[in-house]
């Protein structure tokens, strides 16, 4: 191996995001249209617009958060009496139940995951931003956590899918899904967008840019 | 020796051409490369399993809840019909992705993948469909939703007697399955296969 070991980029290759063939990049600026020679994806140096697009998504994120944890995730009517539920008082109701490991599973997919993915997203994007030579390699093992972990959040939604399909005991009982609900979906699903538009090569680019 | 370039860092790493073995980036540790025997083979079967399992998931009872005299039986899409009916259309439609649509796309295009290359029969755009496969793949949510049957289970275990049907069996070994079928593919492999320019 050569050494120092060096990057696609500073050789002037293009790794294709779908099919990770290297593919020589033209010398012109003409780096718009290009696409994979096997596959056909669209190849870019590094993902278009990544800090903008990741930042947009997380603010958007961060936003709809509050709307999912204040208001009812669930409404439950149990003849006559209707009880709200939000998702953290389903979490105190398991606790209060004895239920602790139903209760932990729902703390961390529903609370703490989402939390902490947008926490790191930040990190990210500000340390990208700033430049920072600050442990590259665990940032990286972050980004890639956050993708993993981020679809787990989705549990409450189905959660709450198989409650409304199994509680329609005639007047004795109904539950129906309360709005946070969609926002709770919306920021699984915007989290998991901006997870997928950082790109973690820019991690990296600030340490060789700086050598 | 075959150069590839590392997905979260752009480090140029170079392995060996048949290697019986993971490698990861020599610098930021991601997987490059997970050796796979038999992917074609494996994956297929799986698959097929896979599509069966989800015929039986879907056509056979789901849950079905005892309380004083009312029974409420359900199938699996019976909550996405639910939600539909309160109007959450949106909530609904992702639901019926997640756990329905995407995982059966995941099947059917695994299936139009595998088999041709089998046999060598012709697939016309199956370089295009592995791409959506590669792009769909964290949309397709089944464990999740298993997860949420335990938890619902708990849930409501306090306040009626719940039976669980074929269905949640079938869809339990579906997630099994379904996870074996994709861990068993070889993309570098079926990318390499899949080149036309050859």
Known sequence: MSSPPATARQLGLLSCHDCHLLATAPTSAAHDHLVCPRCGAPLHERKPNSLARTWALVVAATILYIPANVLPMTITS???????DTI???????????????????????????????????????TVQFRSHWHPKDRTALYRLTEVVGRWSMLDVYVVTILVALVKLGAVATIEAGPAAVYFATVVVITMIAAESFDPRLIWDALEEDA | MHVVACHDCDLLNQFPDKAAATLLCARCGAVLYRHRPDSIDRSLA??????????VALSF???????????????????IRELWRQ???????????TC?????????????????????????????????????APWG??????????????????????????????????????AAAISALDPPLLWDRLDRRR
Do not use: C, N
């Not at chain 1, 149990?78 to 709200?84: D, P």
């Not at chain 2, 109007?87 to 992705?97: D, F, I, K, P, S």
């Open chain 2, 100 to 136: 329905v649509l995407v995982p059966l796309g995941q099947i059917a295009g695994l299936l139009y993948l595998l088999a041709p290359l089998k046999w060598d029969l012709p697939a016309p755009h199956a370089i295009r469909v592995f791409r959506l496969l590669r792009h769909v």
């Open chain 2, 141 to 178: 949510m089944l464990e999740i939703f298993m997860l949420g049957i335990l938890v619902a289970l708990v849930k409501l275990g306090k306040m009626a007697t719940i039976v669980p049907g074929i269905s949640v069996f079938a869809f339990g070994l579906l997630v099994l399955v379904m």
């Open chain 1, 88 to 126: 953290m008082s389903g979490v105190i109701y398991f606790i209060h139940s004895g239920s602790w490991a139903i209760a932990s599973v729902i703390f961390i997919a529903s609370i703490f995951v989402p939390l902490a993915k947008l926490l790191i997203l930040v990190t990210l994007l500000l």
């Open chain 2, 46 to 55: 799986l698959t097929l399993g896979a599509l069966i399992l989800f015929i």
């Open chain 1, 78 to 84: 149990t003849l006559g009496t209707v009880q709200v």
């Open chain 2, 61 to 79: 009872p789901f849950l079905a809840m005892k309380s004083g005299g009312f029974v409420q039986e359900t199938r699996l899409l019976t909550g």
């Open chain 2, 87 to 97: 109007q959450l259309y949106g909530l609904a439609t992702l639901v019926l992705l």
